[in-house]
């Protein structure tokens, strides 16, 4: 859910816009009053495909682009347009503009739009539409784009008067980027791009929206109930969302752990929010999460959710998701705190700033944390850590996917990951070590097809940095199109396909839920040769095919100044785990690999004594010391 504003989108919603009182008026179209607020707004980079009513806006960013201000980026699809200004915006924090043309070129936009929607990823999305006379008459090319795209934006506009374009723009901008952030679609009938006017700007961020109040602030008298129980915690864990990722709340949420010596499990969403290779970290949890988060939520009587929203994929069966802990949520969005647990104690702000705000108040209080508070609680983590790691198989007559991957995380250890959506992902989940931002993958919506357009926004934006896509060979067909827009520009980004001949998780699921039956998974039919289809765009292409040749492989792609494109033959049946299956606990995984029977704290019996769910192989609690 979102924040809602509470007057109408498209006719009712005012501002108190302040105008730049220095500038006089100057007679311009509507096209121009666009592509001015966007340049004004800092915007300089565009991800769009022209067509017929979105061509006075493209005739006047040819003018733009001939001043230098900015720009346009040629996509080949408008879904790699949406996905590449996505990219850009997570890359950055900044947010990402696409441009496409009515009808099909808005409706192309659509899944683009839903996974930033899905992600809270900040976008302006542009589309053309027939002129304004026309609107209702099925021209050509028309479609209800405000109407199909009202369930995932966060806002939206159509552009009745040309009058009012550059305070769209504005307000576009300040409710991508503030509150929760999300994507804003402005449509703009093409005889309003035409139209002349006197065109005064308005500066970015002086809109004022009457309604629309985002929450930035946490409350007081809960953070100071939060600290309390945090001081009080014997097995506390911060679970840590894409809301950290959006506030650059990082080095908070570092300090605030360090302090209290907490330890850290992230979801998809917020790998990166925290150092991975911290001996605090316990790594993502959920269905394809690591044993010991899993676990870890199992058995803590504290979780501190951070910016997260205890989405499906982490709760496993939720009414058994940290059943024995207290819970403080934090989060910017109202509407999330207490939709699928109600906290304890329920915080609404931002996370960078009640986190501050929380460490601060901590410091004035002058209450020093015990350390040894949660000692045996870490111990018992590390136990995990031990008894249940992450595993890289080993096959004697093929490569497993998860050596390629842990290949490319010891060569590009500091680069951008993008991933599509499948096995890939989660492997690349387990076994990559991100920085904030450094990690790019639809998360909510599960896109295939986002990886390698999300990857060439991301390096547009950050030129003198690695981007690397992880791709799978299914989802690769997606979208790859677009190696015509890396080949035009020249975008160095180096795609890594892990190819089994298969739609993996989906042919993983029909092994274990449906009997084996493989109904249209398999794809080696019909699959191109990648490399030959990488020089057809006048890309670089290797293939690997045997565990001798990978290493050299990663790095001469590496090495290479220009796309490249990897084509690396894995196992064709390996399996994906850990993996919580549908309806079960988190604690109940199944791919598990075989660990000494140090203790039995899953088979989930409980001491009667302490409630601990930690029996020994001894059948002594041991919590307490007490016989089972």
């Known amino acids: 859910m979102r924040e809602v504003l509470s007057v109408s989108a498209q006719t009712d919603l005012t501002s108190q816009a302040a105008p730049l009182a220095t500038l006089a008026p100057v007679r311009a ?5 666009l592509i001015d607020s966007l340049r004004r707004h800092g915007v300089k980079h565009i991800f769009g495909y022209p067509g017929g009513a979105i061509l006075p806006i493209y005739d006047e960013l040819y003018r733009a682009e001939e001043r230098g201000d900015l720009q346009h980026i040629l996509v080949r699809h408008e879904q790699g347009a949406a996905h590449a200004a996505d990219g850009y915006a997570r890359a950055t924090g900044e947010v990402g503009v696409c441009f496409g043309t009515s009808g099909p070129g808005a409706t192309n936009l659509v899944t683009g739009i839903a996974t930033a929607q899905m992600d809270s990823i900040p976008m302006v999305i542009i589309t053309g539409q027939v002129g304004r006379a026309a609107i209702g008459s099925d021209a050509f090319q028309e479609t209800d784009i405000y109407g199909i795209t009202l369930p995932i934006v966060k806002h939206s506009y159509v552009v009745r008067d040309p009058q009012d374009m550059a305070r769209i723009v504005a307000e576009a901008f300040y409710i991508a980027r503030s509150g929760r952030p999300g994507p804003v679609l402005i449509d ?97 949890l959920g269905m394809h999460g690591t044993a010991y988060a899993n676990f870890a939520v199992t058995e803590c009587d504290l979780l501190i959710a951070v910016g997260a929203r205890f989405d499906d994929r982490v709760t496993g069966k939720l009414d058994e998701f940290a059943s024995r802990a207290k819970v403080i949520h934090i989060d910017v969005d109202p509407a999330e705190v207490g939709k699928n647990r109600i906290p304890e104690v329920p915080i609404v702000g931002d996370v960078r700033n009640v986190l501050a705000d929380m460490l601060r108040r901590d410091q004035e209080d002058g209450v020093a944390p015990d350390p040894t508070l949660t000692q045996a609680w870490l111990e018992r983590i590390d136990r995990w850590k031990q008894d249940y790691p992450l595993v890289v198989p080993h096959h004697e007559d093929s490569i497993a996917p998860q050596e390629v991957i842990v290949e490319l995380g010891k060569q590009a ?31 909510g919506l599960g896109t295939m097809g986002f990886g390698l357009p999300a990857a060439m926004g991301a390096k547009v934006a950050l030129p003198d940095h690695q981007v690397i896509c992880v791709s799978g060979d299914a989802s690769f067909q997606m979208n790859f199109q677009e190696l015509g827009t890396l080949a035009q520009y020249g975008i160095n980004v180096k795609t890594v396909i892990i190819n089994n001949g298969w739609q993996g998780m989906v042919r993983q699921w029909q092994e274990a839920f449906y009997e084996e039956r493989y109904s249209n998974s398999n794809m080696q039919t019909g699959m191109p040769d990648f490399v030959i289809l990488a020089q057809a765009f006048g890309i670089k292409g290797i293939v690997v095919r045997d565990r001798a040749e990978l290493k050299d492989a990663i790095a001469e792609m590496l090495a290479h100044d220009g796309p490249v494109i990897v084509d690396a ?24 690999p075989e660990r000494p029977r140090t203790e039995q704290a899953i088979e989930l019996i409980y001491c009667n004594n302490c409630g601990a769910k930690n029996a020994t192989s001894n059948n002594f609690c041991p919590d307490c010391g007490t016989k089972l």
């Open 29 to 33: 179209s509507g096209a121009y009053a």
């Open 413 to 443: 250890p500091h680069a951008y990951y993008t991933t599509d959506v499948g096995q890939h992902q989660m492997w690349a989940a387990q076994f990559l070590k991100n920085g904030p931002r450094q990690w790019i993958s639809s998360a």
């Open 569 to 592: 033959h894995v196992t064709r049946n390996e399996n994906c785990y850990p993996m919580v299956a549908p309806g079960k606990s988190n604690a109940q995984m199944i791919g598990l």
């Open 188 to 284: 703009v009938p093409k005889d309003v791009g035409l139209e002349q006017f006197d065109y005064v700007p308005v500066e970015p961020w002086s809109v004022r929206l009457p309604g629309y109040r985002p929450t930035v602030k946490g409350n007081p008298r809960q953070i100071s109930q939060a600290l309390k129980l945090i001081r009080q915690a014997r097995q506390p864990l911060l679970y840590v969302g894409g809301g950290a990722i959006a506030s650059n709340a990082h080095a908070e949420i570092r300090l605030l752990a360090e302090r209290f010596r907490l330890p850290v499990t992230t979801t998809l969403m917020g790998k990166g929010a925290f150092d991975e290779h911290h001996p605090l970290s316990v790594g993502m």
